[in-house]
């Protein structure tokens, strides 16, 4: 899943002239950024480039949802400048404060962060390209698909024609905005928005068996059940991927819109999707009622709710037989949520710290993963030995497709906020292409309560009488 990242060279960021995107149109790019470009391979600038300022190390904090080590980055003398202050921006992003970081991100866009005194520089440069793809990520993530839209033309009319007139860079491109495409102008899509979150509501979930098994839904998945355009349906809850999918078929209603298609909507197991974009006309959750919501239409027979409209419903709590949500829910968390994603948006997780035989780390938390067999969920490129020994293959198909896996169990104790899960058995699969390497299924729920605050960006666990509460069969 990883692309070529190009570190960039600080040294080389624009001042703080204020150049607006019409006028960056009309001059040539950078003397460096042409010279770098030119350093990398007619396939890797065809296939797109992948930018990040402070190369892997802040890309994969990224994707973890891992604040530490952006505030390591933020410290460290050795680094520029203008990674500092896209990392604190990365952190923004971490936990959903889209807001602040789209404030800083047209901060960046005017001046790069330039220091005072550094000399002038044209407008068409590797930091403004990193801003840019960064925002247009946010507005995806947010669901504000007409800002996304018109982010992504604004990056392919303003750079593109410009560096592409060079010699050797006729097929230059960015990597993080092939992600999806608008096939509509962004002016005619509506904005996704909600009412009825004033009051607290409380919902029933229900454990039921998807119509089609495929190798992570089966009995003991939780889900809520919603109105699309007026009709009853079940949603599966997707704490680990930014949009919610549809089976392709329903996109033949009239109250739904195809406005674009997605190249890649991954989640949390490594997974990836693609499918028409779709608007559809109205979804309501309780007394919720959300308008012209974004969803994937792909190859899917179940459907699915993911961060956009948990996002949008204010504050959430979770519990295993309960979806309450509403602005009054009293959260009292102390945390902040970490939202783990890749710099386009084409993922989206909830994270969150986990204790496995004593160690502590992220995890992407599936709540639409079954814990039937397992707790934990992890991949890596290779077995040691004597892991191979233990392993085993499993046959399985998905979409028409024959696959082998090779897994090993493991148990081991669990913990999560000092809350005791006990002993619990953890599945590794040997995979290289899975990213992330953690994942926690539904068992979250086993002992507490997960309360998700996304109005002040906070996420917890709060202890429940589950233990007197079996699991509904």
């Known amino acids: 899943m990883k692309k070529r990242f190009i570190l960039l060279v600080l040294t080389i960021l ?42 892997d190390e802040s890309a994969d904090a990224l994707f973890e949802g891992n604040t530490l080590r952006l505030q390591r980055m933020t410290g460290d003398s050795r680094i520029e400048n203008f990674a ?33 005194g550094e000399p002038p520089i044209s407008p068409i440069n590797l930091s403004a390209m990193v801003c840019d ?5 946010n507005y995806f993530l947010e669901g504000n698909l007409a800002a996304w839209g018109k982010e992504i033309d604004n990056i392919k009319s303003t750079y593109y024609p410009a560096v592409r007139k060079f010699a050797g860079l006729e097929q230059f491109s960015l990597f ?18 909600v009412t009825g979150i004033n009051r607290q509501q409380t919902l029933p979930l229900e454990y039921r068996e998807p119509t089609a098994k495929d190798c992570c839904r089966t009995l003991n998945s939780p889900s809520l059940t919603a109105s699309l355009n007026k009709k009853d349906l079940p949603f599966f809850l997707e704490t680990d991927t930014a949009i919610g999918k549809l089976p392709k078929e329903l996109s033949r209603s009239p109250h739904i819109h195809i406005v674009g298609h997605i190249e890649i909507a991954g989640n949390g197991r490594g997974e990836a999707f693609n499918g028409d974009l779709g608007v559809v006309d109205e979804l309501k959750i309780g007394d919720a009622v959300l308008k012209n919501v974004p969803f994937l239409f792909t190859n899917t027979k179940e459907a699915s709710l993911g961060l956009m409209v948990f996002q949008k419903l204010g504050k959430i709590k979770i519990d295993r037989q309960h979806f309450t949500f509403g602005k009054e829910i009293d959260c009292h968390c102390q945390q902040d949520i970490r939202l783990g994603s890749s710099f386009s948006g084409s993922y989206n997780m909830l994270r969150y710290p986990i204790t496995w035989k004593g160690k502590t780390e992220l995890a992407a938390i599936d709540l639409s993963q079954t814990d039937a067999d397992f707790s934990l969920m992890a991949f890596q490129k ?28 493991e148990e081991g104790s669990l913990s999560v906020d000092n809350i005791d899960y006990g002993k619990r058995k953890k599945v590794v699969e ?8 953690k994942v926690m299924t539904v068992t979250i729920l086993d002992k507490a309560s997960l309360y998700l605050d996304f109005i002040n960006h906070k996420a917890c666990l709060m202890p429940n009488n589950s233990d007197t509460q079996p699991m509904p069969q």
Request: aromatic share 8%; proline share 7%; glycine share 6%.
């Open 84 to 116: 500092k202050k896209f990392a604190s921006i990365e952190a923004l992003r971490i936990k959903g404060d889209f807001e602040e970081a789209n404030k800083q991100l047209s901060i960046c866009h005017k001046t790069f962060f330039r220091e005072a």
């Open 133 to 137: 793809q960064l925002l247009a990520g």
């Open 430 to 437: 040997k995979n290289i292409w899975r990213y992330p390497s």
């Open 382 to 409: 290779d077995f040691t030995p004597e892991e191979e020994k233990q392993s085993f293959e499993i046959n399985r198909e998905i979409e028409g497709k024959k696959i082998i896996a090779h897994l090993y169990l």
């Open 176 to 193: 993080d905005i092939k992600m999806g495409n608008l096939s509509v102008a962004p002016n005619s899509i509506p904005p996704f928005t």
């Open 14 to 55: 624009a001042n703080s002239l204020n150049f607006s995107r019409l006028s960056a149109k009309e001059y040539l790019p950078s003397p460096r950024l042409v010279d770098l470009l030119k350093q990398q391979s007619p396939q890797a600038l065809q296939e797109g480039l992948k930018l990040s300022p402070g190369g």
